[in-house]
């Protein structure tokens, strides 16, 4: 294309106008012409950038640990989208996260480039770690940097985005870190700011992009409803089309990955009726209202129970209804133990407060909020900014997804069993397996940490059998883990299928955990008196379960011994331990 048609067609964009805005807007917030020295304005924005930049540091640190040892779930899901260690097939990828495409693909990239080769060492494993933390905390930095470049207030609501972010490592549910949560929170909070600003083409496109990381940035599409300036044709028209690009588009994209998932991602609902989960709709219930001090009420770092108490103005008419919809939907769909999903409404949440209190304090009259001629945010002038940083931000997100989206559709094609480089590595040409197995295969090989994980899954899910044969495979790699002989003699001594019960076996395995931990662990003592009991020998079973008591209370573990208080009653009563199977905590 000659230079000239290059000229036109940028002019059809205006792109001078652009140019000029963005100019005019670093120009402002560094006051260049006021300050040629450097002055205030430099040091704010500095200081702001520097403020940012360190969180995202300590974030890093705070979460890169996660990805081995926290919960499974975390590293499982984040290597899901991985070309060699492909896994968005299996069951341990729910059918609702397979819709978060963008962030299972880029995530999987990321793996991939980490990964050397098919048999991860201890420093590639520290590598994949390092990957998971810097995976999360480069998304939190371009939060921040769209907060930074869009508000005047924007040190006080990226402080109280990190300190929101911070009850997230200590829900009920345990912490989880996984790939879509931080991305949805900003391409949710860029509609939002477009919105505001009337850029509708560019809220349009922060939905529809961000949407694909997780479906309830679609909530931000209501807010096409209070568009005033545009007729309402054309808000319905706008509305019913970005829906429809979510759903049509999820189904086509992973109908090519041979992954059958419902259309609706709200609690896989595969028609209308489906929609309402009553059951865990009172459970939220009554989790909403369980006195405990690790409570509901204070997620966010407390925004978000202030802001739908405090933000209820005509101004903010459309947010708080983004915001209290989004609140109604995980009633529905999502367990209030997980406070992380509540992190997309936090920067939102923080704004508004900030802009009520700032005009409060400032005017002593909280009443021009309720004015619909109220000035808009107190944005700065580098707001222009951020339409090339979110195109950019739309562009490469977008680009390497689908990149990344195009070599595992390229791997399908022969069929499934080449789903993987892994499974291309492993696999006999004759053999005919499931990439399941092949998996297996390898974690039996060299990779006895995922073995563990995916035994603890089925265990947690009631899947003993299968969970027996993956803590077998982890000790034919590693004979000396006494976490996986703890855990295989809980259920040989206590699963509710009286066909995989195995007294003699399970004290086998206890004595060796004990012997391994030198008996200080009551945990595992504990463990061990239930494998006696189960092989009839009760004596022993009581001996050893007071043994235990006497090692937690000495160490202060009094909650271990409490909880297993009735197991000497039952071995007391000369009976054995079926019930419900405990891991070592």
């Known amino acids: ?74 590293s499982n899901v984040f290597m899901a989208g991985s070309k060699k260690l492909y896994r968005m097939d299996q069951s341990i990828i729910g059918d609702v996260w397979k819709g978060r495409l963008t962030g299972l693909l880029l ?194 770092a407390g925004t978000l129970a202030t802001v739908l108490v405090l933000c209820w103005r005509r101004r903010f008419l459309p947010y708080m209804v983004v915001i209290l919809v989004f609140f109604m939907g995980q009633f529905m769909y999502g367990g209030f133990k997980e406070f992380r999903i509540f992190m997309q409404v936090l920067p939102l949440s923080l704004i508004l407060l900030s802009e009520r209190w700032g005009k409060y304090a400032g005017s002593g009259a909280a009443d021009e909020l309720d004015s619909e001629s109220a000035p808009v ?46 499974g291309k590595f492993v696999r006999e040409s004759e053999r005919s397996g499931s990439n399941y197995e092949v998996e297996s295969e390898w974690f039996r090989n060299g990779y006895a940490n995922s073995e563990l994980a995916l035994a603890m899954i089925d265990q947690s899910n009631r899947r003993d059998s299968d969970a027996i ?29 009286p066909r995989l019960r195995n007294g003699n076996e399970a004290v086998r395995l206890a004595e060796r955990a004990c012997q391994l931990t030198q008996y200080k662990e009551a945990a595992l003592l504990y463990t061990l008196a239930a494998a006696y009991a189960e092989a009839g020998r009760f004596d022993d079973a009581i001996a050893c379960a007071q043994k235990a008591r006497v090692v937690a209370l000495a160490k202060g573990q009094k909650e271990i011994a409490d909880a297993n208080e009735p197991l000497l009653e039952l071995f007391k009563a000369h009976q054995a331990y079926h019930q419900e199977p405990k891991t070592v905590p």
């Open 1 to 74: 294309m000659k230079l000239r048609n290059s000229e036109n067609w940028l002019a059809n964009f205006k792109f001078n106008s652009l140019k000029t805005g963005l100019l005019k807007g670093w120009r402002a917030t560094w006051n260049i012409e006021a300050c040629p020295k450097g002055g205030s304005s430099w040091l704010l924005l500095f200081f702001e950038l520097f403020v940012a930049f360190s969180l995202c540091v300590a974030y890093f640190f705070l979460v890169r640990n996660y990805f081995a040892y926290g919960d499974p779930m975390n």
């Open 107 to 300: 995530s999987g990239a990321l793996v991939d480039f980490s990964l050397k080769d098919h048999t991860p060492n201890t420093e590639q494993i520290g590598q994949l770690m390092n990957t998971f933390g810097l995976y999360h905390a480069f998304w939190l930095l371009l939060l921040f940097s769209v907060i930074i470049l869009a508000l005047h207030r924007s040190l006080f609501i990226n402080l109280g985005i990190f300190a929101g972010l911070m009850y997230n490592f200590s829900p009920a549910a345990g912490p989880f870190f996984f790939p879509w949560d931080i991305p949805a929170t900003l391409f949710f909070t860029l509609a939002v700011l477009f919105f505001e600003r009337r850029q509708m083409f560019l809220m349009v496109a922060a939905i529809c992009a961000g949407c694909f990381f997780k479906e309830t940035v679609l909530v931000c599409t209501l807010l096409v409803l209070f568009a005033s300036h545009w007729k309402w044709g054309k808000r319905v028209l706008t509305f019913a089309g970005i829906i429809a690009v979510y759903v049509l588009g999820k189904k086509l994209l992973l109908s090519h990955l041979y992954l059958d998932v419902a259309a609706l991602s709200m609690g896989n609902a595969t028609n209308l009726l489906d929609l309402f989960r009553l059951p865990l709709f009172i459970k939220n219930v009554r989790l909403l209202f369980s006195p405990t001090l690790n409570h509901f009420i204070f997620l966010n």
């Open 377 to 422: 945010w107190a944005v700065r002038e580098t707001f222009p900014v951020l339409v090339p940083m979110t195109i950019v931000l739309i562009g490469v997100s977008t680009g390497i997804a689908g990149w990344h989206y195009y070599n595992i559709f390229e791997n399908l094609k022969p069929g499934r069993l080449g789903q993987s480089e892994l």
């Open 469 to 497: 044969n993956h803590y077998q495979r982890v000790l034919q790699v590693d004979t000396n883990s006494a976490f996986a002989m703890n855990n295989l003699a809980v259920l040989l001594a206590s699963t509710s299928d």
